[in-house]
């Protein structure tokens, strides 16, 4: 251990997330990690942006340790609700659910962290698709991304994610 917490003078602690910049683990050809940061990262190919609706879509990323094994890891779930449903959306989704990504996360605060940047994340069984029952229910698709890794959440150096959104696909 390092350094204490003082929670007090933290103000700005919003929650939820913004979008999400996904490619298939195997694109990655060069990276690094500093100080729990990714500070190089060189992807090949298009990468793919998710903008989410606000106050929907999530991450979680609980430690877990078995002291009788002597084992600790992170078990890393991203939710990505989509309020729509067309054919090429679907095609989408059975595509991203062929692929092990990474996925880069934009926080409410505007910064980025990396999830399965180490073994990647794979479309887990929580995942559906849901007509809705009334007029004001939502017609859309929940997305469960699920992955263990070994290592904490990193933040993303800011000009990695700019270099990123220069390889975007377009977007249906």
């Known amino acids: ?14 929650g939820g997330i913004k979008s999400v910049i996904l490619f298939p683990l195997g694109n990655v050809t060069s990276s690094n990690i500093t100080a729990n940061e990714v500070d ?21 990323s609980p430690i877990s340790v078995n002291k009788d ?5 992170y078990t890393q779930t991203l939710t990505m609700i989509l309020a729509s449903d067309t054919k090429e959306l679907r095609s989408e989704i059975h595509l991203l659910a062929q692929n092990e990504v990474v996925c880069l996360v934009e926080k409410a605060s505007g910064e ?19 007509s809705g029952v009334v007029k004001g229910d939502r017609n859309g698709h929940d997305l469960v991304l699920m992955g263990m890794e070994n290592d904490e959440v990193p933040d993303v150096d800011p000009a990695i994610i700019a270099t990123l959104l220069s390889q975007q696909s377009p977007s249906i």
């Open 69 to 73: 094994n002597g084992t600790l890891f």
């Open 112 to 130: 980025y962290v990396a999830l399965g940047f180490g073994e990647g994340l794979q479309v887990g069984d929580g995942s559906s698709y849901g």
């Open 1 to 14: 251990m390092t350094t204490g917490y003082n929670d007090r003078t933290c103000t700005n602690g919003k």
């Open 40 to 60: 190089a990262l060189v992807v090949s190919g298009e990468v793919f942006v998710y903008k989410l609706k606000s106050n929907l879509s999530s991450y979680t």
